[in-house]
């Protein structure tokens, strides 16, 4: 398994503002993944970001509105841009440790936009 | 198309008695198939898959292709077993999700 953390655990923002989760993994992992996750519901996948080529993202989802970043290895940055109250949920980034399909969460960030 | 069907949003039994959660699937070829467990405030983990043939915390899980199914089962429920319970899909190096079960074990 891996160690997985996420910054910031939970934030409230304005709407019109954007705000940078971070997903840290204490080894080096070839695919990650973002998702969202409403309370009690089930994960949608925004993108997977695989190191050295541009995320892949899912249909409904924008590089204009969810840029992602991913400069090693070990880490990636989801932005939410532009926020609106729509965008309040539970961000969970995850890793594919060995190209077996088995992933593994971090721990999420409850975001809540004013 | 590939898809996660769990028929359940909630399910909830007593202690002690059998569990059932049913999760049916939609895929052309040989399915990979996750359980995955989320316990109140932790976070999303891996509770079994369908080629490791594993029992963890007493739950099995068997591919019945004929009927498309890969259901998860525990002979007697226990109050740790509380939590939400979502089935996953392999396709194109990604999982799809069912919708998730969220399992209640009444004392």
Same mark, same amino acid.
């Given at each position: 398994?891996?160690?997985?953390?996420?910054?910031?655990?939970?934030?409230?923002?304005?709407?019109?503002?954007?705000?940078? &989760?971070?997903?840290? #993994?204490?080894?080096?992992?070839?695919?990650?993944?973002?998702?969202?996750?409403?309370?009690?519901?089930?994960?949608?996948?925004?993108?997977?970001?695989?190191?050295?080529?541009?995320?892949?993202?899912?249909?409904?989802?924008?590089?204009?509105?969810?840029? &992602?970043?991913?400069?090693?290895?070990?880490?990636?940055?989801?932005?939410?841009?532009?926020?609106?109250?729509?965008?309040?949920?539970?961000?969970?980034?995850?890793?594919?440790?060995?190209?077996?399909?088995?992933?593994?969460?971090?721990? /999420?960030?409850?975001?809540? #936009?004013? | 198309?590939?898809?996660?069907?769990?028929?359940?949003? +909630?399910?909830? #039994?007593?202690?002690?008695?059998?569990?059932?959660?049913?999760?049916?699937?939609?895929?052309? /070829?040989?399915?990979?198939?996750?359980?995955?467990?989320?316990?109140?405030?932790?976070? *999303?983990? +891996? *509770? *079994?898959?369908?080629?490791?043939?594993?029992?963890?915390?007493?739950?099995?899980?068997?591919?019945?292709?004929?009927?498309?199914?890969?259901? *998860?089962?525990?002979?007697?429920?226990?109050?740790?077993?509380?939590?939400?319970?979502?089935?996953?899909?392999?396709?194109?190096?990604?999982?799809?999700?069912?919708?998730?079960?969220?399992?209640?074990?009444?004392?």
């Amino acid at each position: 398994s891996a160690v997985i953390s996420q910054k910031p655990s939970r934030d409230i923002c304005q709407r019109g503002t954007s705000l940078t &989760i971070q997903c840290q #993994v204490d080894s080096q992992v070839t695919m990650m993944f973002w998702y969202r996750q409403q309370p009690g519901q089930s994960l949608t996948l925004i993108a997977t970001a695989n190191q050295g080529s541009e995320a892949t993202y899912e249909s409904g989802f924008v590089i204009d509105k969810f840029p &992602i970043s991913r400069p090693n290895l070990t880490f990636s940055t989801l932005t939410v841009s532009n926020m609106s109250p729509e965008d309040s949920s539970i961000y969970l980034c995850s890793v594919d440790l060995q190209g077996s399909y088995e992933q593994y969460f971090g721990p /999420g960030t409850r975001l809540t #936009v004013t | 198309a590939q898809r996660v069907t769990q028929p359940e949003k +909630l399910l909830s #039994v007593f202690k002690g008695a059998p569990v059932e959660l049913k999760c049916n699937y939609s895929y052309s /070829g040989s399915p990979e198939l996750f359980w995955y467990v989320q316990y109140s405030r932790q976070r *999303l983990q +891996l *509770l *079994l898959r369908h080629i490791s043939r594993e029992s963890i915390k007493g739950f099995t899980a068997d591919l019945n292709k004929g009927e498309t199914s890969f259901h *998860l089962k525990k002979p007697f429920a226990q109050e740790e077993d509380s939590a939400m319970y979502y089935c996953a899909l392999v396709s194109n190096y990604q999982l799809i999700w069912g919708a998730g079960t969220k399992l209640i074990i009444k004392p």
